[in-house]
């Protein structure tokens, strides 16, 4: 049997291309069914389970897919922007915690999570290493994010400009790295969590400059109208917050105003949650989404076009296996001389049918096999495709 | 150690019919099969060696009588008795040349690979000049070189019997006597019986015998020798 299998192996190794597209098609064939449908109930699970632990989010009118989707995953495609009151509005009704939501800016890859403290509670999230972020400019990392950039707690990192020609817009903030926290397996692992001033500081919204009283910043005074100094073009802006100029940052405008991306709503119970959702029901510039529905409604819709890709797949694959055989069938045909010659020499009947259907048995087993090891690949390394896919 | 007695044979429907009533090859004799296209050379060659059997009549080869034998019996005394050389040589593509004088070693579990036939292989492809090409695979070697491998691969298995089927045919003059060099000179010093078929008259004083075909192939009723 070992000889058999040697000439076996040693046909399929000379017509290795035309055995690496046939193993390639059968893998494909078995694999594209059977992935999608662990990615769609990977995808189903995850979707589901934060989805369910985020019990109301609020965010100003828009689509409610991409206000659930920022928040929850935080997603790039960023959702009309309400504002602190909303955030202030639900805390002051005593019916339910208020986290504010800040999720624009990126540093890199990573999206930069602007929030308060409570969201770490919230989550149950843990600190691996390092400390909490206690002043302005400080940030946290989720471990994937901490691992994705190379950082720890003592580096520093700087958020990304939202486009190259970004000249008059996002300013880039150097931050100090103070913690890590413990992998969650969820998107919180792949976040730079800032406190949400901190995220306002990003967006120009608030900043820190050259103190235009003391006699050294002269050269950057433009005017003085009594108590008022204006400052000209060459006046300094610190493009990082630390002990010596901390006290130089402020906010101009009413903290109010300024924006969020969504309030996530924790009421403690029920009937509290019911009475916010009354209350949202009827505003006009805000919206009250509950993410379960909306994941409910998308998954729905993602089931409903599986079907369809699942259909398509199959189509194709029966198509595809069709040509193989084809192939197989011709391959067979073209060994007839192979064959009478292995018959003629005296090969045992064994022998003739195993090196014969070799290439058969071979393709279709490595093919199948590969397309088992892509599914658990895809059943273990999933999470970070949805992850990835939602970002 | 070839008797062949009262032989009739037809393939399916056609007109062809190959009857002999007695044919004896003497052991470690020399004969050559002569005859025009479709007399039934090469069909009484696969009857000797029982890749076809006959509608009547008895085949028997060293005392064994091959057309009683059942189809796995048939293979085993094939590759176990039997050396054989094709026109077209007949070696497999995506074997190497060493890989390829093996076969009979691969394909049945009646022969048992082990060093010394490869010792064998290795000393059989040094005799015949192709020792430096064993990594090879077959296309990438003349037609002569070509039909030394499969000579070797014939040769192997030290075969009392060597049935050969146009062994030059496909061979240039040079070349041609190159291989019937080989041939005749592992035949003299085995004693081994060789039973070829030719359509070439310029080999035929090679052979201690020469049967021709036009005497007794469709209603032919006398082995001539």
Known sequence: MRDTLYLAWRYLAFHRVKTAILVGAITLIVFLPVGLRVIVNQSSRQLTARAEATPLVIGAKGSPTELTLNTLYFSSDVPARTTYAAASEVADTDLAQAIPMYVRFRVRDQPIVGTTLEYFGFRGL??????QMAVLGEAVLGSRAAEQLGVGPGDHIVSSPESVFDIAGVYPLRMPVVGVLEFTDSAD?????????????????????QDLSQPEAAAGVLRREGNVVVGNASVMQFNEITPDNIDSFHFHGDLSDFPLTAVVVVPPDQRSSALLQGRYQTAELS???????????LLGTILTVEKFVIAGAVTVGLATLATAFLVFALSLRLRRRERETLFKIGGSRAAVATVMTSEIVAVLAVGVLLALLLTF??????????RSLIR | MIRIEG???????GDFQLRIPELIVEPGTTTAFIGPSGSGKTTLLNLIAGIIRPETGRVETRNVEVSALSDPERRRFRVTTLGLVFQEFELLEYLSVLDNILLPYRIHAALDLDATVRERAGALAERVGISDKLDRPPRRLSQGERQRVAV????????PLLLTDEPTGNLDPLNRERVLDILFDYVRESGTTLVSVTHDHEILPRFGRVVDFRNFHSFGERAAS
């Open chain 1, 287 to 297: 919206q009250v989404v509950s993410p379960t529905e909306v994941m409910d409604e």
């Open chain 1, 126 to 131: 843990k600190l691996a290493e390092g400390r």
């Open chain 1, 189 to 209: 692992d792949d976040a730079v969590f800032v406190d949400v001033k901190t995220a306002w500081v990003i967006e120009g919204l608030g900043h820190g400059h």
């Open chain 2, 152 to 159: 070797c691969r014939a040769v192997l298995t030290d075969p």
């Open chain 1, 377 to 386: 690949l895809t059943q273990r390394y999933g999470d970070v495709i949805i």
């Open chain 2, 7 to 13: 032989l009739r044979f037809r393939y399916g429907e």
